[in-house]
C-alpha cells in the first residue's frame, strides 16, 4: 500500500493506494498518527479512490483514527469510495460514525 499526504487549508488529505488489509494495516496506521502527531493536525479526509480492497483490519485503521481524531476535538471524513470498499464501509456500520463525500472538495466544505 502506497499512501500520499498533502496539507491543504488545514486539512490532512491522505491518498491510499492498493490494498488495506492485515498485511498493511499497521505501517498504514502508524504513518498516518505519525503524521497527525508532527503536524497537530485536526483535519483529515481519507482518499480511498484507489484502493482495490480492504479488509476488517482496515476497518480498524479507520476506526483508530477516528477515535484519534475524536480525542483532539478533531475530524475525519472519507472520499471517493468504490463500490467494494463502500460494501466494506455499509455493513461494517462505518457510515454511522464517519461522513463520506464525492470528493475532497465537498469534504472540505463540509467540514
Do not use: C, P, W
Amino acid at each position: 500500500m502506497d499512501i500520499k499526504f498533502s496539507n491543504v487549508d488545514g486539512f490532512l488529505i491522505i491518498e491510499l493506494i492498493g490494498e488495506l488489509d492485515h498485511h498493511s494495516a499497521e505501517e498504514v496506521r502508524v504513518k498516518i498518527d505519525d503524521r497527525i502527531d508532527r503536524d497537530n493536525i485536526k483535519k483529515v479526509i481519507l482518499n480511498f479512490r484507489n484502493v482495490t480492497f480492504m479488509d476488517s483490519s482496515g476497518i480498524g485503521v479507520v476506526i483508530g483514527r477516528y477515535r484519534k481524531l475524536k480525542n483532539k476535538a478533531g475530524h475525519i471524513s472519507v472520499v471517493e469510495i468504490n463500490k467494494r470498499v463502500d460494501k466494506v464501509f455499509a455493513l461494517s456500520g462505518l457510515y454511522k460514525i464517519i461522513k463520506a463525500y464525492k470528493n475532497v472538495q465537498e469534504a472540505m466544505e463540509s467540514m
